[in-house]
């Protein structure tokens, strides 16, 4: 049963990947002026070509999650009641939106309202995508936590993302740019922490209201997948950790590229860890549980 | 034409599961693929053991979480009499109605990429008929018709200790059940 849904978790990560480091992207570019020298575009003027094709890698995944691939369009016939029609409406119009900003931005003419209505659409897209999983019949997943887990994940992919992208840029790092990449660092670690002070509650939440089919989701978060989340944190934590920490070494740029892949690698595989856990824990109620 | 529905009689059933077999006939399932499934519960310690079925098809519900999810349309709910039908076709196998459906009805059909469901024979209730599962029955443990009417007739019974509870999808059945299957303090096994 697990194994089907591959595409499908794969889809959340890397939507969550494009829309978190696309709305850092467009924050940074808020603040250009303030930058000055148009640091606030030259340093993100790479990351947001990668948003457009790691989207349409998110839309492949997505298409293979299903039984009838060829049928997809018609996911889009119900947008009056189901989330996973509006889910589609928002990834698609967000993609759409990206193709419209960057070609903007290849001509040298960014359009920062454009910038922030795409971030908007994103953050839509996220929205609908939690409400996917809201309202299904598996309390493990009819929680408050499946949107605190995919805004966190969104965030913390954007901040690791943004950061990296102000650590590999060949820009001059002015203060202001890191005292940017800093402030970053810590909403990044905000997102984790509150997550972190989520996760008593709904462990809580979910043997007290979840019935049998909470009781088990949570017998599982404390058994079988304890170490897991243990592990999850750890890396994520550390993975962002350490791109903050890359800032204030001094170090050839080569090596300074090397503990950026390292670790935003740490942070993927946390946030994959993560995601795992959220669906093998995702248990239906049914007849007789 | 009011919300059709399913009485079933769990104190007369054998567990046959003929209703079960003509269902599989009717739309010509695969093994495995179950539009209409009979389960069995048992417990007690001997010599007092008890044990009950419960067949369960589409229960028709009125707020279906199915309808509700289905990202095609392609599942609905017929206004005329409340059926809960599958436009098979629109269908793209995208499992949201198994992730919401409490009653496990819904079913993935591997080899053809698409979920299937029972859609209460809509085809021989539109000529006057019962579904198969009804007519089926040796024990005559399934009633379809009116709600309403059944409920008037048998009692509004959906709410068993083995069942989700009814509040959130409101099912279209109402059941005669054992008392082991009410009294919350009873505990029993699933044997399938």
């Not at chain 1, 889009?76 to 009641?81: A, C, D, F, I, R």
């Not at chain 2, 309403?148 to 019974?157: A, I, Q, T, V």
Request: proline share 3%; hydrophobic share 40%.
């Amino acid at each position: 049963m697990f194994s089907e849904e591959w595409p499908l978790l794969t889809f959340t990560l890397l939507a969550q990947l494009a829309v978190g480091s696309y709305i850092f992207f467009v924050i940074i570019r808020s603040l250009n002026k303030k930058l000055g020298m148009n640091l606030g575009i030259n340093v993100t003027k790479r990351g947001i070509f990668f948003v457009g094709p790691v989207m349409v890698l998110a839309f492949i995944c997505a298409v293979f999650h299903l039984g009838t691939p060829l049928g997809a369009p018609r996911s889009l016939l119900h947008l009056g009641s189901s989330w996973l029609s509006r889910e589609i409406l928002f990834s698609g119009a967000f993609l759409i939106l990206w193709i419209f900003s960057y070609y903007l931005d290849r001509k040298g003419a960014w359009n920062q309202t454009i910038g922030w209505i795409t971030s908007l659409v994103g953050i839509g897209d996220i929205y609908s995508m939690a409400s996917i999983y809201a309202n299904s019949i598996r309390p493990a997943w009819t929680d408050v936590n499946t949107y605190i887990a995919f805004y966190g994940t969104t965030i913390v992919f954007g901040a690791a993302a943004s950061m990296a992208a102000i650590l590999l840029s060949k820009v001059e790092k002015t203060e202001g740019l890191m005292s940017i990449a800093k402030r970053i660092g810590l909403v990044g670690l905000a997102a984790i922490v509150l997550q972190l002070i989520y996760l008593p509650v709904y462990v809580a939440g979910l043997s007290v209201h979840g019935g049998t089919a909470g009781v088990e989701s949570a017998s599982l978060l404390t058994g079988n997948y304890a170490v897991t989340i243990l592990f999850r944190w750890i890396l994520s934590i550390a993975g962002l950790a350490i791109i903050g920490s890359a800032f204030y070494r001094k170090v050839s740029p080569k090596t300074q590229s090397t503990i950026w892949y390292a670790a935003l690698t740490l942070v993927l595989v946390g946030e994959f860890l993560g995601r795992y856990i959220f669906y093998g824990t995702g248990i239906s109620i049914g007849i007789g549980s | 034409m009011g919300q059709k529905g399913f009485y079933y009689n769990s104190q007369v059933c054998t567990g046959c599961k003929a209703c079960q077999i003509a269902c599989k006939d009717k739309n010509d399932l695969d093994v495995g693929v179950l539009f209409r499934k009979v389960y069995a519960f048992e417990g007690g310690t001997f010599p007092d053991v008890w044990g009950y079925y419960l067949s369960l098809g589409c229960n028709h519900c009125k707020d279906p979480k199915c309808v509700k999810n289905c990202p095609t349309g392609a599942i609905y709910k017929r206004e005329k009499d409340g059926l809960v039908v599958q436009d098979h076709e629109k269908c793209i196998g995208c499992k949201m109605c198994v992730w919401s459906c409490p009653y496990e009805r819904p079913q993935y059909i591997e080899k053809e990429g698409k979920v299937g469901k029972c859609n209460g024979c809509a085809d021989l209730v539109d000529k006057g008929q019962n579904p198969a599962c009804v007519d089926a029955c040796p024990m005559r443990a399934i009633e379809f018709g009116d709600i309403d009417e059944l409920r008037k007739k048998h009692g509004n019974l959906c709410d068993l200790n083995v069942l989700p509870d009814s509040s959130i999808t409101h099912p279209s059945i109402t059941i005669n059940a054992k008392e082991e299957a009410k009294n919350k303090n009873v505990v029993g096994t699933k044997s399938y």
